[in-house]
């Protein structure tokens, strides 16, 4: 029986639609230190990380990784702690992918809690906003027009300096009508509803694309919106 890809995820990308992008795949819930030692008795095909634990549990570390890359296992990171764990092992053969990665990668990015937020254990459903994708989101609004740039660096700031937990939607809307008034942040709220990016969840389909490109099985072309979370 051929061995089937792992890949850990969890509030990134809802799971219905992973499955669609990467047909047999195994999907695990976000990856924490000790969850990859089973795997090396009998090591997959390929093993994707998007999703990981910062705070509830240890963080898995680089040197978990290393024994999988170390037996020619193709391990790819993206979006959460798997672009994190890629630039550091990249130089050891971990692939990283998407644009989070790239922004980690050149130094645009280095703080952790760029991508840390907080979710429901049980549903893997997002109680929070990742400051990355708040921070690209109205990087997307400012050149579309939506936003100006003084906006775009007030916005970002504001949210920057809260504690991840609190990096919220609902937080977001009232800093925005506090900087923006109240008819501006009503046209900005509609804008970020119905077109604003999520690039974890962007980075996360690129993730899954590649790993089934890597395999030689066929690509979804996942023509859909992503749900509203």
Request: proline content about 10%.
């Amino acid at each position: 029986m051929p061995k089937c890809p792992i890949v850990f995820l969890g509030p990134s990308l809802p799971r219905e639609l992973a499955a669609e992008l990467l047909p047999g795949a195994t999907f695990l819930p976000p990856i924490r230190r000790g969850d990859l030692r089973p795997l090396l008795d009998e090591p997959p095909a390929a093993v994707g990380i998007v999703d990981g634990e910062f705070f509830q549990s240890l963080a898995v570390s680089p040197k978990e990784i290393l024994p999988l890359l170390e037996r020619g296992v193709p391990v790819y990171g993206s979006s959460s702690m798997g672009a994190l764990r890629a630039v550091e092992l990249e130089n050891y053969g971990m692939r990283g992918v998407g644009r989070i990665f790239e922004l980690f990668r050149r130094g645009r990015l280095i703080a952790d809690d760029e991508v840390a937020l907080t979710f429901c254990p049980a549903t893997l459903r997002p109680l929070s906003e990742p400051l990355v994708n708040i921070r690209l989101a109205l990087s997307a609004a400012h050149r579309a027009g939506i936003i100006s740039l003084a906006e775009l660096i007030g916005l970002t700031r504001r949210m920057k300096a809260l504690y991840f937990p609190e990096r919220t939607r609902e937080r977001l809307f009232a800093v925005m009508e506090q900087l923006t008034g109240p008819k501006r942040a009503i046209a900005v709220r509609h804008w970020w509803l119905t077109a604003a990016p999520d690039t974890k969840a962007e980075d996360a389909e690129h993730l899954l694309r590649g790993i089934a490109e890597h395999l030689g099985r066929p690509v979804s072309p996942c023509a859909r919106e992503l749900p509203a979370h």
